[in-house]
């Protein structure tokens, strides 16, 4: 199997690029921090504090998170219900960045992470898939992208949704989710030292899609 590992932080056009180069490939898709964002709703609606683990930990044992996919697209499933919209609320990405730093968490969410690259060739991105998820992924990207332009992706995509939600308010929580991110003791984010990393600032959706299908077909060779 093929695992193309892409890392990096929230708004650097992580999900929408892997989809695209995905389908390019032929390659399943799996988002993964729609699964720190399920236990984070999971935590939310139990009534828990998603920072604390004397709080979450009790909740993983009756807990179960699923991916499946239809059509192609990702959908994960708490306790056998859909969530797939209801975890895109800037609350669920507070309490997902909360839960993601609780070992127990993580520990959690490994296996099924690593048992979807086993059976598929995959496209899987998130924070520390190149790190420690799929430390042997046969491509490793870290996308970044400027704080101030992630925001405004973030803004604009929240808009589109309906969301009301001030520009200032995004970057104020990018930054957040991002020292939190990067400061956690478990799987921090940061670059796998064999990734490319790529900045995807000044870059169109098709420039940066193209730039990584060049790198993984380079890399695949
Ligand atoms: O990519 P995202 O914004 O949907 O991720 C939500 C949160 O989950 C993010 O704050 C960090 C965390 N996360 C993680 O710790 N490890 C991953 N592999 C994916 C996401």
Avoid: W
Wanted: hydrophobic share 40%; net charge neutral; proline share 4%.
């Amino acid at each position: 199997m093929t695992a193309v590992a892409i890392d990096g932080p929230a708004g650097a056009g992580k999900s929408t690029i892997a989809r695209a180069v995905a389908k390019e490939l032929g390659f399943l898709y799996v988002d993964t921090g729609a699964l720190y964002r399920a236990i984070g709703l999971y935590a939310l609606r139990r009534g828990a504090d998603p920072k604390k683990e004397e709080e979450v930990s009790p909740l993983l044992a009756g807990l179960s998170v699923r991916l499946c996919f239809v059509n192609g697209e990702q959908r994960v499933l708490v306790n056998g219900e859909d969530v797939s919209e209801q975890i895109r609320t800037p609350q669920v990405s507070m309490a997902a960045s909360g839960v993601s730093a609780l070992p127990g968490v993580r520990a959690f969410l490994f296996e099924l992470q690593k048992s979807m690259a086993k059976d598929n060739n995959v496209v899987m991105d998130g924070r520390d898939i190149g790190t420690v998820v799929l430390p042997d992924a046969q491509v490793k990207i870290f996308l970044t992208a400027t704080p101030e332009e992630r925001a405004k992706r973030r803004h604009r995509e929240l808009l589109e949704k309906g969301e009301t939600v001030s520009y200032g308010a995004v970057l104020e929580d990018l930054k957040k989710r991002d020292y939190d991110d990067s400061h956690r003791a478990v799987a921090p984010l940061k670059p796998a030292t064999d990734a490319a990393v790529v900045n995807t600032t000044t870059l169109s959706l098709e420039e940066s899609v193209k730039l990584l299908l060049g790198i993984v077909r380079g890399k695949l060779k």
